[in-house]
């Protein structure tokens, strides 16, 4: 039986953006209430586990002294150019009341994961208020403060193991890949929209690390259009050859739901089937997992996507055939019919023709560049 830990409390309730900033703290209750409602975490090794601030001491690790400073002081009225220098204060990171007190919190949920993880109280554990992964050491961007994720592959690689991190976000997770780009003892993998087609404009295929680092960072960039069959297919082209290679005693996996078809911010067109795949793909290698969430800015559907991540996670989803007997009516969908799985999406020829060759340029690079550093 899977230990899995949903990382939550009422605390992150707390806060929120500004109403008219795309990122909704909501989420992460939204899933809460759905999957108390279907009785998902409860039970065969589930657990609900509360967050607690990340400490000073360990958001250094990542972040300067001077940025936590200017971060604590703009979020108490004390903003000035010199924040808004470190991106604290843009139109993507605005101040807002307890802005602080959350990214800390939301932070400490993603490090109390890493800890139950380091001490075997968990196999997967879930912070669906986690993914902050543009943040870097002394930036605030696309709408992230604090780094949850990279301070999570710093503290597993602190207590010596070796960290894979995922990042599947439809956004490039440049503050993880950097933070790591000159390193080997974690490999960081993100797949993502092509970067010429959205922000942060980086992660294209021929990043791939430097010094002990070169090989051990992997970009996947995607056409605008990518859908589910074209995704899985770098997915499995990628990424589980090089995770048998790599042999991580850990995988951190972003969950950003914002490469789901509908999101408002970007361009791909994904179902969450596709996520279910990769979540079975990385729990046959046996190793525990540290999920986030991450963007998502269709909310019904990262709402829905993250609820159906959770039950992979546990065990408890039986392939889409069985989910239409759960009902719509708890997602506060009328359109939606079935449990928590998308219907699959109709692709037409000309948007395969759109697509495939771009994916296959792609994996063709990352096989002549990357793949031999690793003995494949
Ligand atoms: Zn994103």
């Not at 759905?34 to 975490?41: A, H």
């Not at 080997?184 to 922000?199: A, E, Y």
């Not at 037409?348 to 550093?373: C, D, G, M, W």
Request: contains cysteine; charged residues 20%.
């Amino acid at each position: 039986m899977r230990k899995a830990v949903f990382i939550y409390s009422s605390e992150l309730e707390k806060y929120e953006y500004p109403p008219e900033h795309p990122f909704n703290t909501i989420r992460a209750k939204r899933v809460l209430e759905i999957l108390e409602s279907m009785d998902l975490l409860t039970g065969a090794g589930r657990s609900v586990v509360a967050p607690k601030p990340a400490e000073r001491v360990v958001l250094k690790k990542f972040h300067t002294a001077r940025y936590l400073h200017a971060l604590k002081t703009a979020a108490r009225g004390g903003w000035n150019r010199e924040a808004l220098s470190m991106g604290i204060g843009s139109q993507d990171c605005p101040v807002f009341k307890g802005l602080y007190e959350y990214a800390v919190l939301a932070a400490g949920a993603t490090v109390v994961g890493a800890e139950m993880i380091l001490s075997d109280k968990a196999d997967v554990a879930f912070n669906p208020s986690g993914g902050y992964h543009h943040a870097g050491p002394e930036k605030a961007a696309g709408f992230c403060y604090i780094n949850d994720v990279a301070l999570a592959c710093l503290i597993l690689a602190e207590q010596g193991k070796k960290v894979l991190y995922l990042d599947v976000d439809v956004h490039h997770g440049d503050g993880v890949a950097y933070a790591f780009y000159d390193r080997s003892d974690v490999m960081t993998i993100s797949l993502h929209q092509n970067p010429r087609t959205l922000f942060p404009g980086t992660g294209f295929e021929d990043e791939i690390g430097t010094g002990q680092g070169k090989g051990y960072c992997v970009n996947v960039p995607l056409p605008v259009g990518t859908y589910d069959q074209a995704y899985m297919k770098a997915f499995k082209a990628v990424v589980p050859p090089l995770l048998g290679a790599y042999n991580p005693d850990v995988i951190v996996f972003e969950l950003g739901a914002d490469a789901l078809a509908g999101d408002p911010l970007a361009n791909l067109l994904l179902t969450n089937n596709v996520y279910a795949e990769i979540i079975n793909h990385l729990l046959s290698f046996n190793k525990p997992i540290l999920a986030t969430g991450g963007g998502g800015y269709h909310i019904g559907n990262t709402v829905r996507a993250w609820a159906l991540a959770w039950s992979v996670f546990c065990g408890a989803d039986s392939g889409e055939d069985l989910d239409l007997a759960v009902g719509g009516v708890l997602l506060e969908s009328t359109e939606w019919q079935g449990g928590f799985r998308d219907r699959r999406l109709a692709v037409s020829k000309s948007q395969r023709q759109a697509v495939l060759p771009a994916i296959e340029a792609t994996i063709k690079y990352i096989k002549a560049n990357i793949f031999p550093i690793h003995g494949l």
